[in-house]
């Protein structure tokens, strides 16, 4: 199985991360922005935040607060075909730990695009939550 795994340290709290993982607005300036919070048993949609387009959607399975999120993920390349996406947040000394599992992604070489193309996007769409989250600014070398 074709399987994402990400991890990062975000100089906020549980609290404060978790809004940034289900809060509209919150999402919106980091990911893709949904009409409503995301919340366990609810169906979701996000849009591109200056396009309005809808970019993916799916199930939110579990909203376990501050500590676990996982919901379904379908994107148009993925036709109808579904992934998983799991969040973890863990309290560490001056933080929060965020791991990231995408699970559940096709698999073979004419796929292998589409994962590429996803790894790199958790990774710009993480670098934008380091840049959002933080509840002070970083120091400046």
Not at 5 to 23: D, G, M, N
Not at 54 to 76: C, Q, R, S
């Amino acid at each position: 199985m074709t399987v994402i795994l990400k991890s990062i340290y975000l100089a906020a709290s549980q609290q404060r991360v978790w809004s940034f993982l289900t809060e509209p607005d919150r999402l919106g300036t980091w990911f893709h922005r949904p009409k409503v919070a995301l919340s366990g048993g609810g169906d979701y949609a996000m849009f591109g935040t200056e396009s309005g387009d809808k970019l993916m959607w799916g199930h939110v399975n579990k909203a376990e607060p501050y500590d676990y999120l996982e919901y379904t993920f379908t994107i148009k390349p993925m036709g109808d075909a579904s992934s998983l996406v799991k969040w973890w947040l863990e309290p560490v000394p001056g933080g929060t730990r965020l791991s990231l599992e995408h699970s559940g992604l096709p698999e073979g070489e004419a796929a292998f695009g589409l994962t590429l193309a996803l790894d790199e996007g958790w990774d710009d769409h993480l670098n934008r939550l380091r840049i959002n989250a933080p509840d002070v600014e970083p120091e400046k070398a």
